[in-house]
């Protein structure tokens, strides 16, 4: 079952279209109809689990946010990073290339997390 669809708003990031996605039930502390945040498509944040993309958050590339992750505020995830488990991207804080966010790890302020 999914947990959301894209809206038709829609923005670039660079050349890349993000859409913005509205949850289509109550999950977690997300309620029916609450509009999200940015991502490119469907395989960037799971319909499973309580994963969810907020405010003006971004995320994109192959780049994919699972489980319980939440990325908040103007926060961005892209490359291949993976985001999942309890974690938490918030504020200005990016994560790209293939680094991975997990278990219960906070990022946020204007942090960036990559692999080199």
């Known amino acids: 079952m999914k947990k959301y669809e894209f809206t038709k708003e829609a923005k670039l990031e660079g050349k890349t279209k993000l859409r913005r996605i509205k949850a289509l039930l109550d999950f977690g502390n997300v309620r029916r109809g609450t509009l999200g945040g940015w991502i490119e498509r469907e395989e960037n944040l799971s319909h499973e689990g309580n994963a969810w993309v907020y405010d003006n958050a971004e995320v994109y590339g192959n780049a994919s ?38 278990n219960s790890a906070r990022i946020y302020g204007n942090a960036k997390v990559y692999s080199g």
Do not use: L, T
């Open 65 to 102: 946010v699972y489980e319980n992750a939440q990325i908040r505020n103007n926060a961005k995830v892209y490359g291949k990073a993976k985001v999942y488990g309890n974690a938490e991207i918030s504020e200005n804080a990016e994560v790209f290339d293939n680094a991975w966010v997990c």
